[in-house]
């Protein structure tokens, strides 16, 4: 079946530097990937919408400049954490649709900043 | 704007039935889609409602009323595994590729 795999699944990093999370489709092509944080116990948010070959698109309140995402290749998506604060502390997730209306998520990168 | 409604916990018997609850506000209505998330772990897809009545997946159920903005999760036989963040979602109105999740509803099961 479909699979979307992330990496890392965890990382932890100083404040002030950047961090990259990589999310790949396994077994499909996904002209479209979305990026997600979730905080404790809440649900998950929308970030961007990632489009293979042009730039993502931002929800408000994203700070474009932040969160650098990359989608280079009809498999690979990657979302930059750049100068890391520890309020950027969350959980990511991504996400891609592989067939009809079922969207598959990675298995999440937990990224603690220090 | 879009909104979704869920109840925040539930809790229920092991072996019992629960039915999760979400009402939606939305202009433009693609479906409902329902996830099971367990802690730690990301959301895993359960069931889809793009019409109304019921559609059954083993153990799991759901529920649409279009005419009344309202649909739900029905578990039946529940199991300790059960236990997770249970997720109503729909399209987003202005761009139908995007999902926008409600609150979540976290069910607890006691033996």
């Known amino acids: 079946g479909a699979v979307v795999s992330q990496h890392p699944s965890w990382v932890i990093c100083k404040s002030g530097t950047s961090v990259k999370i990589e999310c790949r489709s396994l077994d499909f092509q996904a002209t479209t990937m979305f990026w997600y944080r979730q905080f404790p116990k809440q649900s998950l948010m929308l970030m961007a919408t990632s489009n293979e070959g042009s730039k993502a698109t931002y929800e408000q309140g994203v700070e474009k400049d932040k969160f650098l995402i990359n989608h280079a290749s009809l498999t690979l998506s990657t979302l930059t954490v750049t100068s890391a604060h520890p309020e950027d502390s969350s959980f990511y997730i991504c996400?891609?649709?592989?067939?009809?209306?079922?969207?598959?998520f990675g298995p999440g990168t937990r990224l603690t900043v220090l | 704007g879009q909104s979704l409604e869920q109840p925040s916990e539930v809790t229920a018997v092991e072996g019992a039935i629960v039915q999760i609850n979400c009402t939606y506000q939305?202009?433009?209505?693609?479906?409902l889609s329902w996830y099971q998330q367990h802690d730690g772990g990301a959301p895993t897809f359960l069931s889809y409602n793009a019409l109304d009545g019921l559609e059954e997946t083993g153990r799991f159920s759901s529920f649409l009323s279009r005419s009344d903005s309202y649909g739900y999760l029905l578990l039946q036989e529940l199991q300790m595994k059960d236990s997770a963040s249970y997720f109503c979602?729909?399209?987003?109105?202005?761009?139908?590729?995007?999902?926008?999740f409600g609150s979540g509803t976290r069910l607890s099961i006691r033996p």
């Open positions: 979602a729909v399209r987003d109105q202005s761009s139908a590729s995007k999902i926008i």
């Open positions: 939305t202009s433009g209505f693609y479906g």
């Open positions: 996400s891609a649709y592989y067939y009809g209306d079922t969207q598959y």
